[in-house]
């Protein structure tokens, strides 16, 4: 992306404010920033989600223009495990990212609780990697939240997604839980980009890119704790 | 503006006192119902048809209502002019009221309680458009979010999303619009729409209040049932609405 700015007029808010950034195939990336910082509106830029000037690129397309869909389909999302689907089982929860389209045959496989082809040995592979083989059936209400995180992390990967995008995805989460999501951020086979206010997520990942107030402050390696508590220490006054 | 309203309505005293006689024949009607085996069985059957014709009318409602309250939802994001459209239809059904729906298809289709019941379904859909539109409208954004950013379509959104989100208070509102559909159902008969509103007003026309005290008695016993039976399911599926 180049000189992306990313303004909320009906808030009078400016999330990100020049923002260039440049992301490898296959790279690994935290986004780092207090709340407020723009990370979000980051990661829903590369999919043409937020009202953007400037230029983005996501693999060589643009989501604003013809190719959203094509990208959003090519794009796990995970945020934290509160976005399931609540009235539906955990599995049609989990199966949810691969019916984008209109194939009738898929359709009612999923709506039935089966993976469709194509997806069944990586939906089950997934399932009993993350250990919710038996939790599957219950409606997701009923899951604790490091279930439907889990969920979650499968409806994500399920599609295996060229891009990977966390939106602050251990929140909430118990350690085992959230240290499970950040290996299962990094054994992905994607980009992977994950936004994050936890330092110690953060300096997991090879690369970080640090926002403040909707601009880049630091991008290399993890930041030692001095940067950051600049970054975090500015953001108080 | 008051005294106006008041006089405009006919509204005074002496009307109150000059149909004493007939109040007081009224309720000494009312006093003495007609509690007989024959007529009894009668106002079963008006019941049993007034029923009828609420499920009916209800189910028809459903069916058109629904997709439009899908269609109508601002965050199942339907393309501007098949909302538009659906807007006006619904606005255009819930806008004619029932009982003139009634009288409509009594002169098309003749009297009888399939007339009732297409006028319930008719006003019922439009007001099932409106307001499941609002239930769904009122789910928690983050879900939707996220499937639409994994380049769900407007259907999965809507299908897989939207709709499950807001299971229980749509399966709640339809409870409610059956209790509005009774209501409604018991005075249709007046225009010749079938159910209990029939045997209503012949038993008013003949000036038969005892039938009158029993009948409604009746519809008052159907109305608190199916409040109270709607009242239990809804508590069973947890809705909000």
Not at chain 1, 29 to 55: E, H, I, M, N, W
Request: hydrophobic share 50%; proline share 4%; aromatic share 4%.
């Amino acid at each position: 992306m180049r000189d992306l700015t990313v303004e909320f007029a009906d808030r009078g808010l400016l999330a990100l404010d020049g923002v260039d950034l440049e992301v490898d195939a296959g790279e690994r990336v935290a986004l780092l920033g207090p709340s407020g910082a723009g990370k979000s509106t980051l990661l829903r830029a590369l999919l043409g989600a937020v009202p953007a000037v400037g230029t983005v690129r996501v693999g060589g397309r643009d989501p604003y223009g013809r190719s959203t869909r094509e990208i959003r389909r090519n794009a796990g999302f995970l945020r934290q495990g509160d976005d399931l689907i609540l009235g539906v089982s955990g599995r049609l929860n989990a199966l949810m990212g691969t019916v984008a389209g209109w194939r009738l045959r898929d359709w009612c496989k999923v709506l039935s609780g089966r993976a469709p082809s194509g997806y069944a040995d990586r939906f089950a592979e997934l399932a009993a990697r993350h250990g919710v083989v038996d939790c599957l059936s219950a409606r997701a209400s009923q899951l604790s939240g490091g279930q439907r995180q889990r969920v979650a992390l499968i409806r994500a990967l399920l599609p295996a997604p060229g891009l990977l995008l966390a939106d602050e995805p251990t929140t909430g989460l118990d350690p085992v839980t959230s240290a499970e999501a950040v290996r299962a951020l990094h054994e992905a086979d994607a980009t992977v980009i994950a936004a994050t206010h936890d330092l110690t997520v953060a300096a997991t990942f090879p690369r970080v890119v640090a926002l403040r107030e909707g601009r880049v402050v630091h991008d290399g390696p993890p930041i030692d704790e001095t940067i950051s508590a600049k970054i975090y220490q500015q953001e108080k006054v | 503006m008051l005294v106006w309203a008041v006089h405009g309505a006919g509204l005074s005293v002496g009307e109150l006192v000059a149909g004493r006689d007939g109040a007081r024949e009224l309720l000494s009607g009312f006093l003495s119902p007609d509690l007989s085996g024959e007529f009894l069985a009668t106002i079963g059957g008006a019941i049993v048809q007034t029923t009828q014709i609420s499920l009916a009318g209800l189910l028809l409602a459903a069916i058109v209502g629904m997709p439009f309250a899908v269609l109508l939802a601002r965050n199942v994001e339907a393309p501007a002019p098949v909302r538009g459209a659906v807007r006006l239809s619904a606005a255009f059904l819930r806008g004619v009221p029932d009982l003139l729906w009634a009288l409509l298809f009594v002169a098309m289709i003749g009297p009888g309680p399939a007339a009732g019941a297409l006028a319930v379904a008719l006003h019922g859909a439009g007001m099932l458009a409106k307001l499941g539109a609002e239930q769904l409208e009122a789910v928690k954004p983050g879900p939707i979010e996220a499937l639409r950013l994994v380049g769900a379509n407007r259907t999965s959104v809507a299908l897989l999303g939207v709709v499950p989100e807001a299971r229980a208070n749509l399966a709640s509102l339809l409870l409610y619009q059956w209790e509005c559909n009774v209501r409604t159902s018991t005075v249709l008969g007046f225009v010749g729409a079938g159910g209990i509103g029939q045997e209503l007003a012949v038993s008013l026309t003949l000036f038969r209040y005892d039938e009158l005290s029993t009948l409604v008695l009746a519809v008052l016993a159907l109305i608190l049932a199916v409040d109270l039976l709607s009242r239990l399911i809804r508590r069973r599926l947890g809705a909000v609405a």
